[in-house]
């Protein structure tokens, strides 16, 4: 429900402005794929994986012989659920975490996209399953990203490893690890600084805090999440493009999800990136936070 709710911009525009199209088209001709593909590109979906919708589905169409626009919209539906499928092979969209001691999450992204609110909202997720959770601040750059961390921290009745502002972020990372493995705590979710005006520095940033990780806990980091914000399509796409050359990522967060009307962003990070969306923000409280679901996706959309 909470995901239903969270959609409602992108359901009553994207999910609108298609049905409308299927609505006011009496057949499917040249002029209706038309308007779908310059449709998909304007709700974020993005220019190649548009194509590949329109492309797949004119196919699909003359495959079936379908006339009537009611039948190509089932049609389409497939066609963004299957996207998903096939870029993504099977592999489900959750959160791989250890089978045993504690699961490493780092997360990655520029500023202010909603990194430490979804470490927040994440964290309180975890401890309400019954898990040991510790923070790690490693955006020592910013004191005001140490400090909002911080805030969550108290907030979710959560510890923290913080160090001091300017300090090199390995170190808080291997405070991190060490105070998790001697504590025996689950979860550890370190927030990065994500400057992406220096490539190399960011590389070696993230790499050494990687190395780390892998020596103390050799199958770590389990996760590395791209957090972007759907708000502002093709930028957080070009984001994801420079972070994918800087590091390995395992999945995407999908922020601001609430506060857009193009959740096409979803699909072009699935064909283009060939990334899973593994969670999305749907707010700023710390329950707006969920799994992303393709099927429910796709389907809320046409609502
Ligand atoms: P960071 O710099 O990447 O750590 O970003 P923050 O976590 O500080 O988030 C930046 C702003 O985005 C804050 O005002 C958050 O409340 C807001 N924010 C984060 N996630 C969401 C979301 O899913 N929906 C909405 N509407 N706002 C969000």
């Not at 957090?227 to 984001?239: I, S």
Request: no cysteine; aromatic share 6%; proline share 3%.
């Amino acid at each position: 429900e909470k995901y239903e709710q969270g959609l409602t911009k992108s359901r009553t525009t994207f999910g609108q402005k298609l049905n409308a199209l299927f609505a006011n088209f009496r057949s499917v001709d040249e002029e209706f794929f038309d308007r779908l593909e310059d449709m998909l590109i304007e709700s974020d979906v993005g220019f190649e994986t548009s194509m590949r919708i329109t492309d797949e589905l004119r196919d699909e169409v003359k495959l079936q012989n379908a006339k009537k626009p009611k039948d190509v919209q089932n049609v389409i539906v497939q066609k963004m659920i299957e996207i998903y499928d096939s870029e993504g092979n099977g592999e489900d969209n959750s959160l791989h975490l250890a089978e045993t001691g504690p699961s490493v999450l780092l997360f990655v992204g520029v500023n202010g996209v909603g990194k430490t609110t979804t470490i927040g909202k994440l964290a309180k997720r975890f401890k309400n399953e019954g898990k040991k959770v510790l923070l790690v601040a490693a955006d020592t750059f910013r004191a005001g990203a140490i400090e909002q961390l911080n805030v969550w921290a108290q907030r979710d009745g959560v510890d923290i490893v913080k160090n001091e502002p300017g300090s090199d972020p390995a170190a808080a990372v291997f405070d991190g690890v060490k105070k998790a493995k001697a504590e025996a705590y689950d979860i550890l979710l370190v927030d990065t600084a994500g400057r992406l005006q220096n490539k190399v520095n960011l590389m070696n940033e993230l790499a050494k805090m990687k190395k780390i990780l892998t020596r103390e806990i050799p199958d770590s980091p389990h996760e590395v999440l791209l957090v972007l914000d759907a708000t502002t399509g093709q930028n957080a796409m070009t984001q994801a493009k420079t972070f994918k050359e800087t590091t390995d990522v395992s999945g995407i967060v999908l922020t601001k999800l609430d506060g857009t009307a193009k959740g096409g962003i979803v699909l072009a990070i699935r064909n283009e990136l060939h990334l899973p969306v593994k969670l999305v923000g749907l707010g700023e409280k710390v329950t707006d936070l969920a799994d992303f679901d393709p099927n429910n996706f796709v389907y809320g959309l046409f609502k």
